[in-house]
């Protein structure tokens, strides 16, 4: 009886346990046709952007139900000139839907492109913007995430490389 009573315990306590979650296993992706690699949790899958079939989104589910995408637009465009235009728009925080964060327009560099961060949103729930430009193609990163900026965000976007676009 004492084993019996043993083997339900058991039992319960086994099946009542919360389910360990695997843990993600990073990977680097490269996309030749839009210049870029990247280490990420999972293969995004690429689509075209709803609007402009010039844009090609790749979005994964990061720890912590952070959404990150990287959006690759394959337009002649002055670089110089749009990053500028961006600072402009994020620095006179304007937009009542997405109001900038004080103190979180900078400056940025990734993989030898130049660029610019900013974050929209409140404490609760935000958005990391960021843009880079070079080797004809402009590159857009968006994050939503909720409290604290996960680290796997920054660990997503500083595995970012170019590569030779293959057009």
Known sequence: MRKLFAAIFTF???CSAPAQQPKQQ???YVYPDDGFGITLPSQPTPQNDGVDRHIH?????LAG?????VRA???LMDCETTLADLWDKADSNKDPHEPVIRGSLKQVSLAGLQGLEYETGNSAERNLHRFHCGNK??????????GKRPADVDRAINSFQVVNPAH
Do not use: E, M
């Open 12 to 14: 319960i306590l086994v």
């Open 26 to 28: 990073w990977k680097a």
């Open 57 to 61: 989104v790749y979005t994964v589910r």
């Open 65 to 69: 139900g952070a959404i990150f995408s």
């Open 73 to 75: 637009v394959r337009r």
């Open 137 to 146: 193609i402009f590159y857009i990163f968006s994050v939503g995430y909720k």
